[in-house]
Each structure stands twice: as structure tokens, then as C-alpha cells.
């Protein structure tokens, strides 16, 4: 339903075949300052760290929720030397390759052609750097991004990036939703919403200066995707006094968006931010290991589309080029329906955990085939085992083999039973380690053997199987029949 809604929008704006660019939510990717142990102005440094940054260890060392990333996509950028001599600065984003195909086909089933996807946080920060003056720009500032289940501060300065989740609670989320329209934020009730959310973002804020040495920082700019902003600033700004809170900075190029905000009540242009920061950007990087200085407007350049060189090839450059400064505008015509900005996320994620749904169902599928197989087995066992009764060759023998059928419970299969005078061997496998004990404990119970022992071990780390081992000594005693 999604992608047919998108695809009328598409049609009804004339958009069919643009190129166009998407920022992926925090929670699918999120932008980073790594310091890696190469001197990437050196020709050699650069050969050694090409070759590293291609096996998913290397960059599980700078965060260990990569190893939950099946097949991560990498996009890195230089971003200047480290003070560890031999080290370098770089921006670096990654996302899971199922959520990256996910966007790409939600946008290439709506006929346009994605060659640009980053962190929504880097689109952000982009446009909100492209606005400041050049003091601004040389000292240390913050960006509040409130979004709902992914809001964080995030710090910025020369040679720092970093950034710390909001704890909010999920109440607080409802009513940062809803603030903004309430005439009055005041009396009892909002003084302690108020408290909370402050409260929360003093954390986020000591947490950055305690444990990333960040110094004092004069302001934080909002960004939020409320259609307001007034009363959640204001409340914040009752709460927190570590700095500044400030509106988002207006530019010349927010007024591309005047008509969208019109159309929807819109006062809060920080909503646009991550819109207009695509729009500032190229999609193909010039060279991820030049520094960022080098580039005019000083922008972070990161992209996900893991085939943005087969495009660039397979196109004429200044084809690219033309429909991609057309992306704000496709942007604009859009974002009237703001479903790509609030639903495509959830989208994205909620076809992820269909995926692994999809192959967890599969192997439990698989196993309860094997459990149906071990019962029909286990029932043949039985009767093979009622067959052994009509022979006698010895009395502790015949008594077990009498027995063993009424014992063995459902879900056990035997695969090997051995009986000499001095020794009883069990083998067998069963549907979990509680069925195999089960059996285990009826031989026990029925003074079939002495001095028994067992061991059980799993198929395979995911298998339900249990496979088992019983041993011991007969009894001594007369057949007793059955």
C-alpha cells in the first residue's frame, strides 16, 4: 500500500525516472568519527587500510553491534590526522544490506532511482554547517534531534563527532507528539514532564563530557519532526541550562519548502532539514581519502548505494548530475504527504524482522520434520523390540528387553542397544534434553541396570535434537514377565 501510494505521488508530480536521495533513520544507520591506525596520507597507509576496511572484523572493532549485521554495507570518509602519530580521523556510517535493498526496491518500484543514501544525521548536520558562520564552524556545537524512539544529542567540533541517545520515556514520547498543541505548557503536571525531559537530556550531555572529554558548547540547535517547535523548546529551555537551546537557523534555501509548509501548518523548518542537506550533496564521492577541508562547502559526503560506481559508468555523468539538482524539488513534492519521512523507517525495519521471521519459520519447519521422523522411528524401535522378547539369553536380559518397550517415552529414538553380563550401552537421540532424562529415570526407577550414567549433547548449537548416551550394569535377577 505504501509503494502504490508513493508511486500515484510520483505520477501525479511528473517525477517518473528521477534520480533521487534518501536518509536512512538513526536507528538504521548513524553517523560516526572513528580514529584508525593508519596514516591515510601515505600512499602506503592507504594500499594497507583499502584491504582491511573489506573484512567485517576491522570494523567491528570500533563497535561490537556489527557482529549482529549479517552482511554490513560500509561508506567511509577522511576526515583529517589523528593526534596519535601514525593515526587518522573518518566519518564512517554502516547498515545491514537487506534494510539498503529494501529502500532501493520500496524506491525503484515506484519508478525513481535512488543514488544517494545516507544517515539521516549527516543530511542534518550538513545543512545545519552549510548555515553557520565561521566562528561558529571553528568552535564546538550540538544538534538536539528529537524523533521519536531515536532522539540523541549529537557534538560537533574541529576533529570531534560524537553523539548519545535520549532515555525517554515512552509517555514522554506521546506528549512530545502532542505538545504542540496545547495553548499553555504550565502547572504541576508539565513541570515534572518538563523535569523528565530535561533530565534527559542533562544525562545525554554529562554523559558526552565525562566520557568524550567534550568541552563547554555555547548553543544546541532542535531539530525536530514536529510540525511545531515552540512549546517543546520552551519547555526543554526550562530545564536545562548546561546551554543554549536554539531554534534551527533559517536559510534561502527553506523557502523551497514555503509552499509544503503552507499546505500543512508547518512553522517548524528544521522538519525540512534532512531534506535540503540530501540536496547539498553529490553522490559520488571524488575520493574518500581526501579530506574533507579540500571540499568547498566542508560537507560530510558518506553514501550507502552499494552500486553508485556501476551507475556512475553505466551514465553519462552530466545526466546524473542535472537530475540530481532536480532531487529537492522531487523532495518537495513529496514530502507533502510526509510518508516517507515518518513511515519509510518503520517500513524498512519492520520488512527486516519479516525477513529473519521468514528464516527462523523455515528452520523450525525443518526440525519439526525431524521430531516427526524420530517419533516414527521410535515406534518401529518398539516394535522391534517387542520382536526380541521371544528370545531368552539370560534373565537381567530378558528382563530389560521386557521392560524397555513400556519405558521408552514418546519423542526417544534408539540407535544402538547393547547387553553382555557385565554392561548395558544406550544410545539414542531424543527431542530435548527433558525426554532423554525422562527415559534415563525410567530405566533407574525400574531396577533395570545399576551404576548408570548418561551423556547428552545438541545435533548442532540451533537443533532441538539431543542426542544420548546411557551406561551401566544389568541386575542380576529372574525374567519377570511382562
Not at 316 to 327: D, G, Q, R, S
Not at 418 to 429: C, K, L, N
Request: glycine share 4%.
Amino acid at each position: 500500500m505504501l509503494q502504490a501510494s508513493l508511486f500515484e505521488l510520483v505520477k501525479k508530480h511528473d517525477l517518473v525516472g528521477y534520480d533521487v536521495a534518501f536518509s536512512l533513520a538513526s536507528s538504521i544507520a548513524d553517523l560516526k568519527m572513528l580514529t584508525v591506525p593508519f596514516d591515510l596520507s601515505t600512499k602506503v597507509d592507504q594500499k594497507e587500510f583499502f584491504s582491511n576496511s573489506k573484512d567485517k572484523a576491522f570494523w567491528q572493532e570500533f563497535d561490537a553491534e556489527i557482529l549482529d549485521l549479517k552482511s554490513p554495507l560500509f561508506s567511509y570518509q577522511y576526515a583529517g590526522p589523528a593526534e596519535d602519530e601514525g593515526s587518522s580521523l573518518m566519518y564512517a556510517t554502516w547498515a545491514d544490506q537487506r534494510a539498503i535493498n529494501i529502500c532501493i526496491e520500496f524506491l525503484l518500484s515506484a519508478q525513481l532511482y535512488p543514488i544517494l543514501i545516507v544517515p539521516e544525521t549527516q543530511a542534518i548536520y550538513n545543512h545545519l554547517f552549510s548555515q553557520l558562520d565561521r566562528l561558529e564552524k571553528e568552535a564546538f556545537f550540538g544538534i538536539l534531534h528529537l524523533a521519536s524512539g531515536r532522539s540523541q544529542l549529537m557534538v560537533i567540533g574541529p576533529e570531534r563527532l560524537v553523539h548519545a541517545k535520549l532515555n525517554i520515556p515512552e509517555l514522554d514520547e506521546v506528549l512530545l507528539e502532542d505538545i504542540e498543541k496545547i495553548d499553555e505548557i504550565e502547572g504541576p503536571f508539565w513541570d515534572e514532564v518538563g523535569a523528565r525531559l530535561g533530565n534527559a537530556l542533562k544525562q545525554a550531555f554529562l554523559y558526552l563530557k565525562e566520557e568524550e572529554g567534550i568541552p563547554p558548547i555555547r548553543n544546541i540547535y532542535v531539530v525536530s519532526e514536529s510540525a511545531k517547535d515552540d512549546n517543546t523548546i520552551l519547555l526543554l529551555s526550562r530545564n536545562f541550562n548546561l546551554s543554549n537551546l536554539k531554534s534551527y537557523p533559517g536559510s534561502k534555501s527553506i523557502g523551497q519548502m514555503i509552499p509544503v509548509a503552507e499546505r500543512n501548518n508547518i512553522k517548524n523548518t528544521s522538519i525540512f532539514s534532512s531534506i535540503l542537506g540530501l540536496g547539498l550533496q553529490e553522490a559520488m564521492q571524488k575520493n574518500t581519502l581526501t579530506n574533507k577541508d579540500s571540499d568547498p562547502l566542508n560537507l560530510i559526503r558518506l553514501n550507502l548505494q552499494p552500486n553508485i560506481q556501476r551507475i556512475i559508468n553505466n551514465r553519462k555523468l552530466a545526466k546524473l548530475t542535472k537530475n540530481f539538482h532536480l532531487v529537492t524539488v522531487s523532495m518537495v513534492a513529496l514530502a507533502s504527504t510526509w510518508m516517507v519521512i515518518y513511515l519509510l523507517p518503520a517500513y524498512i525495519i519492520n520488512q527486516t524482522q519479516l525477513q529473519d521471521y521468514q528464516i527462523v519459520d523455515k528452520a523450525l519447519n525443518k526440525q519439526e520434520q525431524e521430531i516427526n521422523a524420530i517419533q516414527m522411528k521410535s515406534k518401529q524401535y518398539d516394535e522391534y523390540i517387542a520382536g526380541l522378547l521371544n528370545t531368552k539369553k539370560g534373565a537381567s536380559k530378558s528382563r530389560l528387553m521386557t521392560l524397555l518397550p513400556k519405558i521408552v517415552p514418546a519423542g526417544v529414538e534408539l540407535d544402538s542397544f547393547t547387553v553382555t553380563p557385565s554392561s548395558i550401552s544406550i544410545t539414542g537421540r531424543a527431542t530435548s534434553t527433558a525426554t532423554a532424562q525422562a527415559f534415563y529415570n525410567a530405566i533407574a526407577d525400574n531396577e533395570l541396570a545399576t551404576n548408570l550414567g548418561m551423556v547428552v549433547d545438541r545435533e548442532t548449537p540451533l537443533s532441538l535434537i539431543t542426542r544420548f548416551k546411557i551406561a551401566g550394569k544389568p541386575f542380576k535377577v529372574e525374567l519377570v514377565g511382562p
